[in-house]
């Protein structure tokens, strides 16, 4: 509903100033003189939990890159800082990259930590110029089975590698190579650094899942900041002599240096950078956004709670922040920066409210730089590498195992693994790209078809896409089927290529030269050969059979109900029940309902299915909250043009908003109310429309005699409408009208009238005066003709004796809705829908009468 026009106290609070010396304030500005940011107590200690839990990580990403350890905290404070003011996912903590462990100790040792540097800087450059070009939802277009399978391989290469660390030893170059020389290790290593690290893994794992009153306590504080400071504490006392910590001085901090060597080479590692660096921060993105609206939807209905909502992250502003920070990181000497999930769900699950927290995080970070050398020094090898070791097993999820493995994909994965550890990431990723492609070659090409024999007529079935790979099969059982025979066709996939279309084709010309009868159909059943008759086509495709149909009766092909055929639902798990409908004399009204369930699981469902899956994982965010009447001729979804996820629906008798001062009389609903304050305050829906109809039988009965029983519900319901009657008979009020005609009878002329009376209404609820006065919250009226099949929206007219009138004008079926060109409150020409600009050639306008209709009918 984007396309509709505001109306006029909209307009009126959003145009108004006040004089300087009238002394106004507007609601939430702070004092003249004492304007000062204040950061919320969560962001606060949020950041303090991710600064403690992101000095060891930057440290023990150092160690685990063979780096310089200051690098390590350059990254922290350059994540922190710069990509916390820039990124487009405020919640999102970016620092040293875990994902580029092991292509950053490759880079070292092939090029040097320098050049290292300069590369980090032209991946950065790359990242910004892809943020620029909106490539951001490109990088996730790859299958998740390759993204994952991707983290998966590095995090399994990041655990073998630090493994060596943990004996006491040296990781090797490569994750085969760690691997490889693991059993000489094992019977090398002294105890000392394996004990620090057993211990610190040990905390990481138990520590936040210490039960009781006690555990929940403790488990306030990072494990990683405890794990650490444990170990650190134990190795103090029990190895004094173990490796530790080795800060460099500032003074011999490395810049980077133009890069040396081969021009192939160095463009490999470059691009092997940006992929990895943009797929960690785009994918943590994404998942801060489903923590972000999982803390939401935990927060009870209508309860007033001081974490206020995150907006969704703007992915390409998150890219080319990330370019930012690590064209920074690089110039500055330090390594390869990107959003970390583990650094990012903390952030969250403390409670973070804004990108305050990521910054405040990132200065921590830069004053314990400076200030706790002495501390941070004291810290065991060990220990950052078990903690770092633990960050790679958890990059191998066995929640995305079982999703690609139920998807059929985890050949894929697989493959992306292997490739990853063997041979390298970028290697790997163009394995797993291959290994996808054949997948779904494979699945394309796995069509199922089988021929049935029933009382002398077949039924040849296709299950899956008919392409040139399965036309040998299709031709094979075609040729069981007798000649001549009565034949149905099922087909059940959505594509056909023109082999497979010709080998049927040629097969039904044969079949009915030799006498027989073939009749082909699609999922619903539909015949889909034959030629569409004028008949056909004037007859439209509900998508469950109507009760008033006008289809309804006919003999045709594409009749609705005209079909005594039985209906078989599919079948449901084994040993339940199957359904059978058979719509046929007075039982077809009982059976129809059953019967449009069956056919949106057999066509609808698998189309939907993706988008309800990601709407449930991820809460609803509709924009839109749309009020209308009960009356069964509105389909909502169809006048709209809209999905699963766009619109928060109420519907009442009548359309109906009861004002807030009625919340105290006897037999209130509040049900209005609460969907509302819902809507505005807990969704933060942009707008709200209220539509009514054309013979609405709520406003028919208000106009005739009221209920014999008063107190029965519909009239203390329809009470609620009382004012727009009152409205309509009143001479203090212009007429709502729709532009160009006179209301056709007093029920329209008290169907428009009702629209702007609940309009008044909401207004007058505490959310929705809020939004409207801050500007974030849009009201909208709209009136719809059901036989017309005709909508209208509220503007408002040239001033009369009686005020502004209210005009419905009809929305023309442009092709591409434009807000400017909308009717705009309070204007005396209304530009024409698909017209050009009033300063254009050829523009044209249509003016609003001031005194309103030549006649009013009787208000009686």
């Known amino acids: 509903m984007s396309a509709c026009a505001s109306t006029r106290n909209d307009r009126s609070s959003r145009m108004w100033r006040p004089p300087r010396a009238s002394g106004f304030k ?28 992101a000095v060891p990580m930057s440290l023990g990403l150092a160690v685990a890159m063979d780096a310089p350890l200051a690098a390590g905290l350059v990254s922290a404070v350059i994540g922190g800082v710069v990509v916390g003011l820039l990124g487009g996912s405020p919640l999102q903590v970016s620092g040293p990259s875990a994902g580029l462990t092991v292509v950053t100790a490759e880079l070292i040792q092939l090029y040097g930590w320098r050049t290292t540097c300069a590369i980090t800087v032209g991946a950065g450059l790359l990242q910004i110029l892809l943020g620029s070009l ?13 993204v994952h399978g991707t983290l998966a ?17 040296t990781p090797q170059s490569s994750a085969l190579g760690n691997a490889l020389a693991l059993p000489d290790r094992l019977g090398q290593f002294s105890p000392a650094a394996p004990a620090i690290g057993v211990l610190t893994m040990a905390l990481l794992v138990l520590w936040p899942r210490l039960p009781g009153r006690i555990g929940s306590g403790l488990g306030r504080l990072p494990a990683a900041l405890v794990s650490v400071a444990v170990a650190t504490a134990v190795a103090a006392f029990a190895a004094p002599d173990i490796a530790r910590v080795e800060l460099p001085s500032w003074r011999s901090h490395a810049l980077p240096e133009l890069p040396h060597g081969p021009l192939a080479g160095l463009a490999t590692a470059l691009f092997t950078v940006v992929l990895v660096a943009s797929l960690e921060s785009l994918l943590a993105a994404v998942a801060v956004d489903k923590l972000t609206a999982g803390r939401t939807a935990a927060r009870p209905t209508g309860e007033a709670s001081p974490v206020p909502l995150v907006e969704r992250s703007d992915l390409d502003r998150e890219l080319r922040a990330q370019g930012v920070a690590n064209s920074l990181a690089g110039l500055l000497g330090g390594l390869a920066v990107s959003g970390g999930a583990v650094r990012s769900s903390a952030n969250v699950r403390a409670g973070a409210t804004s990108r305050a927290a990521t910054v405040l995080h990132g200065i921590w970070v830069l004053l314990a730089t400076l200030l706790l050398v002495t501390a941070l020094e004291r810290i065991p090898l060990a ?28 050949p894929v994965y697989a493959a992306t693994i292997s490739g990853v550890l063997l041979v390298g990431v970028l290697e790997g990723v163009a394995i797993g790209v291959t290994v996808a492609v054949a997948v779904a070659m494979h699945q394309l090409a796995r069509t199922r078809i089988t021929v049935s024999e029933r009382d002398g007529r077949y039924l040849v079935t296709a299950h899956g896409q008919l392409t040139f790979l399965a036309v040998p099969r299709l031709s094979r059982v075609l040729a069981r089927v007798p000649q001549g025979a009565h034949t149905t066709v099922e087909l059940e996939g959505s594509f056909m290529d023109h082999s497979a279309y010709e080998a049927i084709q040629d097969w039904c010309g044969t079949q009915a030269a030799l006498g027989g009868q073939v009749t082909i159909s699609g999922p619903s059943g539909d015949g889909i050969t034959k030629s569409a008759s004028p008949a056909a086509l004037s ?18 092909s594409h009749a609705v109900s005209g079909s005594a055929a039985p209906v078989h639902l599919p079948p449901g798990p084994p040993g339940s029940p199957s359904v059978s409908v ?12 059953l019967s449009g369930l069956s056919s949106f699981q057999r066509t609808t469902a698998p189309l939907v299915r993706e988008e309800l899956a990601r709407l449930a994982a991820e809460g609803q965010r509709p924009s839109q909250l749309f009020l209308t009447c009960a009356d069964s001729c509105l389909v909502t979804s169809m006048i709209t043009a809209s999905g699963p996820g766009d619109l928060f629906t109420v519907r009442n008798v009548g359309n109906l908003v009861p004002p807030p001062h009625a919340e105290g009389t006897t037999g209130t609903d509040d049900s209005v109310a609460a969907a509302v304050e819902y809507a505005v305050d807990v969704l933060e829906v942009e707008s709200i429309t209220v539509c009514g109809h054309s013979g609405c039988e709520a406003m028919r009965t208000l106009l005739g005699d009221p209920p014999k029983a008063p107190r029965a519900p519909l009239w203390r319901w329809l009470r609620h ?4 009657l009152e409205r309509m008979e009143s001479r203090h009020h212009s007429w709502a009208r729709i532009a160009g005609r006179l209301p056709a009878d007093s029920v329209e002329q008290l169907c428009l009238t009702n629209v702007v009376q609940q309009l008044e209404h909401l207004r007058a609820h505490d959310s929705v005066a809020r939004g409207v006065a801050g500007g974030k919250l849009r009201l909208h009226g709209m009136y719809f003709h059901v036989g017309e099949a005709q909508a209208y929206l509220l503007t408002e007219g040239a001033g009369s004796v009686t005020g502004p009138d209210e ?54």
């Open 807 to 860: 005009v419905f004008v009809r929305v023309a079926p442009s092709a591409a809705p434009d807000p400017d060109r909308l009717p705009q409150i309070g204007s005396r020409s209304l530009l024409l829908p698909g017209t050009a600009s009033g300063n254009e050639p050829g523009a044209r306008s249509a003016s609003i009468s001031p005194a309103g209709p030549a006649q009013e009918p009787s208000r009686a």
């Open 383 to 410: 220990a950052l590498a078990a903690l770092v070791m633990v960050v790679g097993i958890q990059m191998v999820d066995f929640a995305h195992i079982r999703d690609v493995h139920r998807h059929r994909e985890f």
């Open 134 to 146: 909106r490539a951001a939802r490109s990088a996730l277009a790859l299958s998740p089975a390759i």
């Open 539 to 556: 007859c439209c495709r509900p998508w469950t059979p109507w009760r008033n149909h006008h289809c309804h009766g006919r003999n045709d």
């Open 721 to 724: 409408g009382l004012p727009s």
């Open 26 to 53: 507007r609601p939430h500005s702070p004092p003249p003189g004492e304007r000062r940011y204040r950061v919320p107590g969560a962001d606060l200690s949020a950041s303090i939990t991710v600064f403690l839990i």
């Open 153 to 169: 391989g590095i995090g399994a290469a990041i655990a073998l590698a630090q493994l060596h660390i943990v004996l006491g030893g």
């Open 582 to 593: 058979a719509p046929s004399g007075d039982e077809q009204g009982a059976h129809r309902l």
